[in-house]
């Protein structure tokens, strides 16, 4: 009985060959789950998250590695009948308690791994949700394929993950929070591994401010669709492949291949994203610009990409100012906030490589924020702009004549960055 003279709710142990214990063959390496209060800043409204996804009523609902039920009671007021699963007996009485407290009827709970657990749905689930564990799966192909052979014709599963990115930016309370980068998956990689288990992509949907979901549906005759063109045209949803990719490449590089002259690091950066730098220059881009990150990859590719590989060039200064144009937007969004210190420095730059001295002075203004080192970086800018009014380093790049003033200035080794 719980506390209010109710019936408890019950944990069925589920019955595995040869008498092993649910869990004993540890198929979620490396993974736990987070404090409860991580479910609550990311997802303060589970309704409201599950309506995002696109979840719809059905018969049965499953939901898989249910931790603490965190989402279960809010699945539950979509179905019939809703099961939660997970490995963990303890997490499961709190779940219990949960859909207890909330008065969800026909829910369930079952003790076991979730791939033993799918072969027993006997082929009629119609929603099932895998929120934050897909990508601790040792064998994620096996996982989906399991769950794929008990969907009906017309059911749906909708994984949640992290995105592709580096831990140190996905924030929460306060801490690094999420799985390690290397076990992060890409929509392109999930989308794959969906496929291989005959599954298709029917979208993405982004989950702000560090997930997606992927929902996925059984491969229907004639429908089938390749990821790229898939993401191509849901900038709207979520984030492109090719964003995510450039924004892994751009934080591994860091300060060494940020700022160093290195040719080794401008012909890669080079020859992985050039047609996209030429992408973002035609405004064929601009959908990305509704999220931060988005907003991020738009901006390494108009401001720092040609500075790095149209070096010495006045080509290196053709985007600037759409680059300007767009990080004044950015920043009345609020978007620098939404990222780590190192990257924020990017929403900056624009204001840096302005000529005008009001931007120079915002420039000035942000990079204080940033640290001693960037806001001397930022007053040598502001300084030169005071002075002249201009870059006069850029002079010859663009045609314009050199005043004596500034010629004097240049050969007593001005600034030249």
Known sequence: MDDQGRPAMAIAPLELPGGAAAGEEGRFPGTAMPDGRWWHTLWPDPDLTLRRLGVRPGRLAVDLCCGDGWFTPALARMADETVGVDLDRPLLAMAAARAQREAVPGCRFVAGDALDVSPKLGGRADLVLLANTLH????????????????????RIFVVNWHHWPREGTIVLGQPRGPCFDLRMTPCELHHAAASAGLETERLVELPPYHYALVLRPRQDGTAREVEALLASSTAAGPDIWQERLIAFWAEAGLDGWFAKDPVFDDSFRNDFLPLHQAAARRDLDGWAGTARGALALLILLDQFPRNVFRDTAHMLATDALALRLAHGF????????????????????????????????????????????ERHAAVHVDIIRRFGRFPHRNALLGRETTADEASFLSAGGFSG
């Not at 192909?141 to 008990?150: D, P, Q, T, V, W």
């Open 331 to 374: 920043l009345r969004l609020g978007f620098d906030q939404r990222l780590p210190p190192d990257l924020r420095l990017f929403f900056y730059l624009p204001f840096t490589h302005s000529e005008d001295l009001v931007d120079q002075e915002l420039s000035l203004r942000l990079r204080r924020k940033l640290g001693p080192a960037l």
């Open 136 to 155: 601790g799966a040792s064998d994620r192909a096996a996982l989906l394929r399991a769950i794929a052979a008990n969907l009906t014709a017309r059911g």
